[in-house]
């Protein structure tokens, strides 16, 4: 079965520091792969997505990830997180075919920013 | 603004209440989904219409009822809730079923 699995829960950086947050997917064929945050109080914004091609995804706000297929992971990384950053951030696999509405989310992963 | 508005923002509902939760989307999107995001839970995805066909129900309980009466809108009607049916409910739509999903701000329903 598909799964999605973001080990951590809670993450607190400091402003300007870099962040990588692990995504990894259980999939039995080529996964599309997708990072989206979400604000308290807000929906969902796609930040990156990854359908084939080069394994290395840039997105907005900064925002890149990184596919590896040998590791099944999909981590999310950023080089400085601004304030703006805090949010929650949800890694999900897109399933029949690559439907980009019909996906299945990790837990999330949220992150606060220290000033 | 992402083009996907949810109305109400905020229910409360008793157990033996009747309410709707509408979705409306200004993209000209063919597909629409209702996604729930319980606390401690991942987003579960409820149902999938495809011009207007309803083309995914992931085993959702029958007293969670959805409508598609065009493309632009999307209900889900509600009665007898749980508590445990309380959480966040987020609509999402698609142009086509491989494109680029948006998501409303949800809806956060609380049963008493």
């Known amino acids: 079965a598909q799964s999605v699995t973001q080990p951590d829960i809670h993450i607190t950086v400091s402003e300007g520091a870099s962040l990588e947050l692990r995504c990894n997917y259980s999939y039995g064929a080529t996964p599309y792969l997708f990072w989206y945050v979400q604000s308290p109080g807000q929906g969902l914004q796609l930040l990156l997505k990854y359908f084939s091609g080069d394994t290395l995804v840039q997105g907005i706000k900064g925002f890149e990830a990184e596919f590896k297929r040998s590791q099944s992971s999909f981590n999310l990384r950023k080089p400085s997180v601004h304030w703006s950053d805090a949010a929650e951030y949800f890694c999900?696999?897109?399933?029949?075919?690559?439907?980009?509405?019909?996906?299945?989310f990790g837990k999330g992963t949220k992150l606060s920013v220290k000033p | 603004e992402t083009g996907v508005t949810q109305t109400p923002r905020h229910l409360v509902m008793g157990m033996t209440n009747k309410k709707s939760l509408k979705c409306e989307q200004h993209l000209g999107h063919n597909a629409m989904y209702w996604y729930k995001q319980s606390a401690k839970k991942p987003l579960e995805l409820m149902f999938v219409y495809n011009f207007k066909e309803q083309t995914e129900n992931n085993s959702v309980p029958s007293r969670f009822s959805p409508e598609c009466p065009n493309s632009s809108h999307l209900f889900l009607h509600l009665h007898t809730l749980q508590p445990e049916d309380s959480a966040l409910y987020l609509c999402?739509?698609?142009?086509?079923?491989?494109?680029?999903?948006?998501f409303g701000q949800g809806t956060r329903l609380t049963v008493v």
């Open positions: 999402a739509s698609s142009q086509g079923y491989q494109d680029e999903a948006f």
């Open positions: 999900a696999v897109g399933v029949y075919g690559g439907s980009q509405g019909n996906l299945i």
